[in-house]
T-cell receptor
Framework: DAGVIQSPRHEVTEMGQEVTLRCKPI?????LFWYRQTMMRGLELLIY????????DSGMPEDRFSAKMPNASFSTLKIQPSEPRDSAVYFC?????????????FGSGTQLSVL | GQQLNQSPQSMFIQEGEDVSMNCTSS?????WLWYKQDPGEGPVLLIA?????ELTSNGRLTAQFGITRKDSFLNISASIPSDVGIYFC????????????FGQGTRLTINP
């Protein structure tokens, strides 16, 4: 089975540019999570969706960040305008529908560098 | 917010040695998960625990859900070079909606 698919794997951009990260969750999973990983702060939850609906975006750093999930098989995380402090690895994860199961399955991540 | 205290932060061991790491919390969790992250990859789920006292194995890995529900342990027996990586614990607090709390990770280095 295909796992969580993220693209691009690496993104290098200049400060002020718009960045769009993409994620395809595992088929049949109904929850999707966006995480950011840095050395200083570890894994931080940015936002999560249930059945394509955003449930909690309290981890989104500021208005420059936005996330959408137009359908069950696709989500985007957009940063506009990007800043050097946004440099990090961004992970998408999905979870199956069983209520008691908190198992998250992660993609390989997008390494973002903002110059 | 809730935090997990994962220790040790790093370990340097010889191949063949056993490894132990743990996570503790100030609040009660109803699920504990252990992940491993290799360089350039996302975390991969190793073991999931759902009941206090539960002991679960996955090959050379064994994890336990603490009786107090505030801690969990991961042991790796007879370490091999491919065990190198960062191990994360993650917990689901009783009042945590659908969000996991992650530890800061234990970086394991193995000398051949």
């Amino acid at each position: 089975d295909a796992g969580v698919i993220q693209s691009p794997r690496h993104e290098v951009t200049e400060m002020g540019q718009e960045v769009t990260l993409r994620c395809k969750p595992i088929s049949g999973h109904n929850s999707l999570f966006w995480y950011r990983q840095t050395m200083m702060r570890g894994l931080e939850l940015l936002i999560y969706f249930n059945n394509n609906v955003p449930i909690d975006d309290s981890g989104m750093p500021e208005d420059r960040f936005s996330a959408k999930m137009p359908n069950a098989s696709f989500s985007t995380l957009k940063i506009q305008p990007s800043e050097p402090r946004d440099s990090a690895v961004y992970f998408c994860a999905s979870r199956p529908p069983a209520a008691y199961e908190m198992k998250l399955f992660f993609g390989s991540g997008t390494q973002l560098s903002v110059l | 917010g809730q935090q997990l205290n994962q220790s040790p932060q790093s370990m340097f061991i010889q191949e063949g040695e056993d490894v132990s790491m743990n996570c503790t919390s100030s609040s009660i969790f109803n699920t504990w998960l252990w992940y491993k992250q290799d360089p350039g990859e996302g975390p991969v789920l190793l073991i999931a625990l759902y009941k206090a006292g539960e002991l679960t194995s996955n090959g050379r890995l064994t994890a336990q859900f603490g009786i107090t529900r505030k801690d969990s342990f991961l042991n790796i027996s007879a370490s091999i070079p491919s065990d190198v990586g960062i191990y994360f614990c993650a917990g689901h607090p009783i009042q945590g909606a659908q969000k996991l709390v992650f530890g800061q990770g234990t970086r394991l280095t193995i000398n051949p």
